[in-house]
Every structure is written in C-alpha cells, then in structure tokens.
C-alpha cells in the first residue's frame, strides 16, 4: 500500500479491513492489549478475542473477549503495522 493510499484511509474504514487480525491497543492508563480484533464500531468501541493484558510491557493477564471503550484508546495497532 503506498503512503497516500494509507494517509486517505478513514480510521474506521482502516479498522474494519483489519478484522480477524491480530491487533495492539495502548490505553491512557498504560494498561496495553493484544488480541484479534474482532469487531469496530463509530465510536471506535472495539472487541478483541484470545487477548493478553500487558502492564509496563510484561504480560499481565490471559483474557479472552474484551470490550475496549473507544475513548480509552490512546492508539491502535493492526495487521501490517505490528512488529
């Protein structure tokens, strides 16, 4: 994808072409997730399934399905852009 493609991309839109895909969320608290994004809605709620809790990068927590309130997310990391 080139870098124009990539900039054009509505957030939403970015995030609903990623599901079924492994995905990263960072919090505002610190608290960070990993898990498969599952769903995304307007409110960038999102749902992940098979999700580990990191806490200052260790993990913290086996979680399974979460619900992750859209206002919480400091960023998000999907698909092609995890390391």
Known sequence: MS????????PLSALNSNLNKPAYVMLKN?????GVLTKAD???NLILQEV???NSEKPSASL??????????LYIKVGDFLE
Not at 3 to 10: E, F, I, P, R, V
Not at 30 to 34: A, R, T
């Open 3 to 10: 870098g124009n493609q990539a900039t054009n991309k509505k």
């Open 30 to 34: 610190g608290f960070s997730y990993k």
């Open 42 to 44: 307007s409110q960038m």
């Open 52 to 54: 580990v809790e990191y």
């Open 64 to 73: 399974g399905t979460v619900l992750i309130r859209g206002n919480n997310i």
